[in-house]
C-alpha cells in the first residue's frame, strides 16, 4: 500500500530527528568534557537541527504539493477533454455548423477576459458557454433540426432547455458554479427573455457576456432554420439590439475587439471533429 504525503512526511522526520539526536549526543559527549561549552554545543546543534530540517520539510511539502497540482491539472484537462467529446457529439446531432459550442467559448472567454474576468470565475463561465446548450439532450430531433419555424408547442418545449441544462450541472459538484450561462442565456436585457424573465444586470455577467457571442454566432453561421447572414448586417443587428436584447456596454466592448474575437472563431478546435458519418 501506497503511504500518504502527509505520514511519509512525518515518518521521514521522526527518524531523521531520532538519527540525529542519538548521533550528535554521542559525539558531542566523546568529545567535549567540559560542562559549559557542551551546552552551548547542545543549544547550536539544536539550532542547526531546526534549520536543516525546515529547509528539508520545506522542500519535502513543496515537492508534494506540485505533484498533487500536476495530478490536479490532469484531472481537470480529463474532465474537460471528455465533456468537450460530448460537446461535439452534441453539436453534431444538433447540425450546427464548425464546432458551435468550442467557438462561442473561445469567443466568450476572451470577451470576459477583456471585461476583466479571471481565475475561477472565468474558467467556470468558460466551461459554461460550452455546455451552454446541454439541456437540448432532453429535445427531440424533430425540433431541434426542424428547418422551418417552431410551432407554439413546439416553442414552448423548446423554451425548457435552459432549465433542464441547469438542473442538469447543478448534479455535477464541479460543474455548479458553470451554471449561469446554460440557465440565463437566453434572458433579455429589457425583461423579455426567458426562462426567468430577468432584466438588466439581474442577468448573470456570464450569461449576458455569452449572449452576445451567441446571437452573433448565430446570425453569422448558416442553421438548418436559415441562411448565413452577411457580417455587416450581423454587425449592425448587435447595435441595434444593444440595450434591449444585449447588454449594450458588452456590445460596445465586442465590437471594439471585434477584429480580435473573430480572429478566435476561426482557431482550430483543440479536440479532433467528430465525423457525423457512420463508422464502416
Known amino acids: 500500500m501506497r503511504t500518504s504525503p502527509p505520514l511519509r512526511i512525518a515518518g521521514i522526520y521522526v527518524l531523521v530527528a531520532a538519527v540525529w539526536i542519538w548521533c550528535s549526543d554521542r559525539v558531542v559527549g566523546l568529545l567535549v568534557s567540559d560542562a559549559d561549552l557542551r551546552m552551548e554545543l547542545q543549544t547550536l546543534k539544536g539550532w542547526f537541527f531546526v534549520l536543516v530540517t525546515g529547509a528539508m520539510l520545506f522542500w519535502m511539502i513543496r515537492h508534494d504539493v506540485r505533484r498533487l497540482e500536476r495530478s490536479n491539472r490532469r484531472l481537470r484537462a480529463g474532465?474537460?477533454?471528455?465533456?468537450?467529446?460530448?460537446?461535439?457529439?452534441?453539436?453534431?446531432?444538433?447540425?450546427?455548423?464548425?464546432?458551435?459550442?468550442?467557438?462561442?467559448?473561445?469567443?466568450?472567454?476572451?470577451?470576459?477576459?477583456?471585461?476583466?474576468?479571471?481565475?475561477?470565475?472565468?474558467?467556470?463561465?468558460?466551461?459554461?458557454?460550452?455546455?451552454?446548450?446541454?439541456?437540448?439532450?432532453?429535445?427531440?430531433?424533430?425540433?431541434?433540426?426542424?428547418?422551418?419555424?417552431?410551432?407554439?408547442?413546439?416553442?414552448?418545449?423548446?423554451?425548457?432547455?435552459?432549465?433542464?441544462?441547469?438542473?442538469?450541472?447543478?448534479?455535477?459538484?464541479?460543474?455548479r458554479g458553470s451554471s449561469d450561462v446554460p440557465y440565463s442565456h437566453h434572458e433579455r436585457w429589457d425583461g423579455g427573455g426567458y426562462p426567468q424573465g430577468l432584466r438588466g444586470e439581474e442577468i448573470p455577467l456570464a450569461a449576458r457576456i455569452f449572449s452576445v457571442i451567441d446571437v452573433w454566432d448565430a446570425l453569422i453561421t448558416e442553421r438548418v432554420y436559415k441562411p448565413a447572414w452577411p457580417e455587416d448586417r450581423v454587425l449592425d443587428y448587435l447595435r441595434e439590439v444593444a440595450g434591449s436584447q444585449l447588454d449594450p456596454r458588452l456590445v460596445g466592448l465586442f465590437l471594439d475587439n471585434y477584429a480580435t474575437l473573430k480572429r478566435l472563431a476561426a482557431t482550430p478546435d483543440v479536440v479532433p471533429a467528430i465525423s457525423p458519418q457512420p463508422v464502416a
Do not use: C, W
Not at 453534431?92 to 476583466?116: I, K, Y
Not at 468558460?126 to 430531433?141: F, M, Q, S, T, Y
Not at 410551432?151 to 442538469?168: K, N, S, T, V
Open 79 to 175: 474532465r474537460e477533454q471528455a465533456l468537450r467529446v460530448l460537446v461535439a457529439a452534441m453539436d453534431v446531432r444538433h447540425q450546427e455548423t464548425g464546432h458551435h459550442s468550442e467557438r462561442v467559448a473561445r469567443m466568450a472567454a476572451e470577451l470576459a477576459r477583456l471585461d476583466g474576468v479571471q481565475g475561477r470565475v472565468l474558467d467556470e463561465l468558460r466551461l459554461g458557454a460550452l455546455l451552454h446548450d446541454i439541456g437540448k439532450l432532453a429535445l427531440p430531433d424533430t425540433i431541434l433540426t426542424k428547418p422551418g419555424p417552431l410551432d407554439e408547442e413546439e416553442r414552448a418545449l423548446m423554451r425548457q432547455h435552459p432549465r433542464i441544462g441547469h438542473e442538469l450541472l447543478q448534479q455535477v459538484d464541479f460543474l
